[in-house]
């Protein structure tokens, strides 16, 4: 994937649109480690037993590297011949483990996400409809979720909510990531789930923003420039791997750790930071908004 279009361009094939993010994310981390070995894909299929024809399709997400199970775990002799062959330490094969479909409570096009939201070391998020997932107390996920359309039953958004409540589990590793958090003002006085809940996940904010690894910042809805109008998106930073951005859509979502596609996002939230109120008045700003509740 080189881009981060949800839908596809005119013209565009249907194939790499079609595949799962994690796929997607594959395929551009194997062009990204050829193009820096300095080979074609060609020259890296000479290097390899597999033909061009395959490095061409698994680089366009029109087919997976998996070719094989053993024990239970998902296997790739296409990996591990690419990463001997990229040098990349092994980077290609960390990935393997989210192209497998495992099900569980999240939909298919999140689960990658989630993977590597459990790895990171860093987390940025800019939101402008709710509160993100990871700070949400567990009546107001319900809510959240419960509001979707075509509804989906309840015993879903239970799996769901619990799940969303695991998430926040990273923050109880013995290293936490460090989230910088960023929302639109709208967010805090959307009512989702009534003014009680709402309430109740304004305290949560409060006490949450006073944490040392949580920076939380607020865009007044007064603000005349808007570094991000164009809509929510998530920044993940890891110990070793390339940052990765991971952009959602209705049903569907989009990630890539190309530089030249996350490098202007991140300026984007860095002004974001600079033309919000200061974590004080954002804390501030909170606690006024939860006493006119």
């Avoid at 094989?68 to 690419?82: D, I, L, P, Q």
């Avoid at 009680?196 to 939380?216: C, G, K, N, S, W």
């Amino acid at each position: 994937m080189t881009d981060l279009h949800l839908v596809p361009e005119e013209g565009a094939e249907p194939g790499p649109r079609a595949a799962s993010p994690a796929l997607r994310y594959y395929a551009t981390e194997l062009k990204r480690h050829r193009e820096a070995a300095g080979l074609t894909q060609a020259q890296l299929a000479d290097l390899i037993p597999y033909s061009k024809s395959m490095v061409s399709m698994v680089e366009t997400a029109k087919r997976s590297p998996l070719d094989a199970r053993e024990g239970g775990t998902v296997t790739s002799k296409f990996t591990e011949y690419c990463d001997g062959a990229l040098k990349t330490g092994g980077a290609l094969q960390r990935i393997l483990p989210l192209l497998e479909d495992t099900g569980g409570p999240y939909p298919p096009w999140f689960r990658p996400y989630a993977n590597l939201e459990a790895e990171a070391t860093a987390i940025h998020e800019y939101q402008t409809q709710a509160v993100p997932g990871l700070l949400q107390t567990a009546e107001y996920a319900r809510a959240v979720l419960g509001c979707g359309t075509p509804p989906i039953g309840a015993d879903e958004v239970e799996e769901q909510v619990a799940a969303r409540i695991r998430r926040q589990g990273v923050f109880g590793r013995k290293q936490p990531p460090f989230m910088w958090v960023v929302v639109d003002e709208i967010v805090l006085r959307r009512p989702i789930g009534g003014r009680d809940v709402l309430r109740r996940q304004l305290e949560h904010l409060i006490e949450v923003a006073q944490r040392p690894y949580v920076t939380f910042v607020v865009v007044p809805s007064g603000v005349e420039e808007h570094a991000a109008l164009d809509g929510s998106f998530s920044i993940l930073t890891f110990a070793e791997d390339a940052p990765l951005l991971y952009v959602e859509g209705r049903r569907t979502a989009a990630m890539t750790n190309l530089k030249q596609d996350v490098t202007p996002v991140l300026q984007s939230f860095m002004t974001l930071c600079a033309q919000g109120l200061s974590p004080r008045e954002t804390r501030g700003l909170l606690a006024g908004i939860m006493g006119g509740l």
